[in-house]
């Protein structure tokens, strides 16, 4: 292997390949990269067994080869070099020589013949989707996945279509976030179970692409490519829960506030929660009233009013505050409402002029 790369192009491959790479005691390779250079292409690989991801680039191939080393040490090392100019890679003695202008470094390389291939997903189904669709769905809801796998349902963002919609939906039973994004037809997007750490590194690996994503689908894995990547995710074979019929249609008290002014609340209720996180909302509209309240007994307890336009019946009841915090950034508009239905009731957040976007939270006991 001989080659010379850009080294702001193999910095950012490099940079979203390394994450990738799995940690096995038992399969040693996982935790390296595989670098195959054919052709025109230097073809950066790497896999955790659950994910898989292939990056191609352009560079100048003055001999082919293979080589597989360390991901954190030669994306530490790229992304550590300070050089405009191109860097070369090449095998020297069977290990990884990488060359700047100022700088000569040796890195040990492993034996790549039990590399897992990365699966290539036959066309069995295909849709092509804008990736700012994609993104923005996903970061709307995957935070409201459970963290632990005894349900890998749960564990999950779920996407499907409804009429010209595209759905993004994820709960952990404890709360649930709902994203719909118009599209402009039908693309034929089935309903599919990413798991969530795939799905987060889905939005790190094509946040910054442009171009559309193509996506191919088997009934195990899901494919997706765009601007030279190619990653490919196992899927979850099971059942969403049938989630909106636990959605309310109506209810007894709306609170409408400041976006800003629950962000501030909910920095206060961070210093003086107790070790659940409880926060207290009261809504009064006969004494125009909305507060948040925290208390800590070993540190001490905050009461913060804020300003609201609070209609229907008086409630008082309990709530995880960063559930609630979570979901803000999910919420574009500068208003939002706070709808409840009594104390055993979950509460529902929607930002004002913006039906795109719902988020259910369910209360705390005391």
Known sequence: MKIDCVKEKLGQALGKAEKIAGRNLALPVLSCLLLEAKGQSLVIKATNLDLGIEITLGAKINEEGTAAVSAQILSSFIGGVHTNKNISLSLVDGNLSVSTDKNKTIIKTVAFDDFPLIPVIDNEKKVTIQSEVLIKGI????????????????????????????????????????????????????????????????????????????????KTQISLSADGVRLVSRVIDGTFPDYKQIIPKEFKTEVVVLKQDIINANKLANIFSDSFNQMNIKADPEAKIFYVKTKNADIGENLNHIDAAVTGESVDVNFN??????????????????????????????????QSFIYLVMPMNR
Request: hydrophobic share 40%; with cysteine; proline share 5%.
């Open 139 to 218: 970061k709307a809801v995957w935070y409201s996945s459970a963290v632990t796998s005894m349900k890998p349902e749960l564990s999950s963002v779920y996407i499907y279509e409804d009429g010209d919609y595209l759905v993004f939906a994820a709960t952990d039973s404890f709360r649930l976030a709902e994203k719909r994004i118009h599209i402009k037809k039908s693309v034929g997007f089935p309903p599919t179970l990413i798991p969530f750490k795939n799905a987060a590194e889905i939005v790190r690996v094509f946040e910054d692409v442009k171009e559309d994503i193509e996506i191919l689908f088997s």
């Open 321 to 354: 505050y960063k559930y609630i915090v979570d979901c803000l950034q999910s919420i574009e508009t500068d208003s939002l409402s706070l709808n409840f239905n009594g104390l055993s009731k979950p509460m529902i957040m929607k930002p004002i002029g913006d």
